[in-house]
């Protein structure tokens, strides 16, 4: 790495250390390109033993706005800590500006090698997946003001990872994804009630794209490798106790408190 990419490593896990955010000016200019982004997503977790020395994390965050989107700039290991099964309690965790994404997570039924991965096309994708569940991510970021910040520093920045609940897991099946409703809940607001708003229109297809970057350094992604897919409701706004449920009728619901 340069010296610019480990002095922002230096500044992130600090950050996470004494639970504090960044003013992100000073490094606006410090990474410029979504591999140095990733180098430092990569250090600030070794930094912090997040995952072993050599195996692949088991649990990610994926998603983009849209198929048209640039969807190399979406991936991230989330830490074990933060990853609990629902109804889950996160009152221990110290979040900044927290907020709410109702998602659909998948579960790979077997090994995807980097051979395979290369190879791989969206239609192809159902035959790797062996389960789904509803998660909800509470993201939040190491920086004091997220709209304003570069994209390249939210990926370093973990995707603006807080943490994640799953729900239970239920086999894979086809689904009329635009159809498919989605009513999330956050403290005493109304529900949000969405229908067939998922931003690529299938959750499944980022996974080629997703699959080729866990295995670019010639790693082999494990069967139960988990990731969550992307928001069918934007970023929902929350506060420290607020009661959380998401419920994605058919599929499955989770509850969380934040």
């Not at 998660?135 to 973990?158: C, F, G, K, M, N």
């Not at 943490?163 to 999330?184: K, M």
């Amino acid at each position: 790495m340069t010296p610019s990419q480990t002095a922002l490593t230096d500044a992130l896990v600090a950050a996470r250390r004494g639970n504090r955010t960044l003013d992100a000016t000073p490094w606006t200019d410090t990474l410029g390109n979504d591999t140095q982004a990733y180098e430092v997503q990569d250090a600030v977790a070794a930094a912090l033993g997040w995952f072993g020395a050599t195996a692949l994390p088991r649990t990610w965050k994926s998603g983009g706005g849209s198929r048209s989107a640039t969807l190399t700039l979406t991936h991230a290991p989330l830490p074990p800590a933060g990853v609990r099964q629902s109804p889950a309690d996160f009152s221990d965790l110290v979040f900044h500006t927290p907020g709410i994404e109702a998602e659909i997570a998948l579960r790979l039924g077997s090994d995807v090698t980097p051979a395979q991965a290369a190879k791989l096309d969206h239609p192809d994708t159902a035959s790797l997946i062996d389960a789904m569940a509803v998660s909800v991510e509470i993201v939040d970021a190491r920086w004091q003001d997220l709209p304003t910040t570069p994209a390249l520093l939210r990926l370093a920045d973990s995707q603006v990872h807080g943490a994640l609940v799953l729900g239970e897991w239920r086999p894979y099946a086809a689904v009329d994804w635009a159809s498919q409703r989605c009513e999330t809940q956050v403290g005493h607001a109304d529900t949000v009630v969405r229908v067939g708003t998922h931003p690529l229109s299938d959750p499944a297809w980022l996974l080629p794209i997703w699959l080729r970057h866990l295995t670019r350094h010639g790693q082999t992604v494990p069967a139960g490798t988990v990731v969550t897919t992307g928001s069918w409701v934007g970023v929902l706004p929350c506060r420290r106790g607020d009661q959380v449920t998401a419920e994605f009728p058919g599929i499955g619901a989770v509850r969380l408190s934040v």
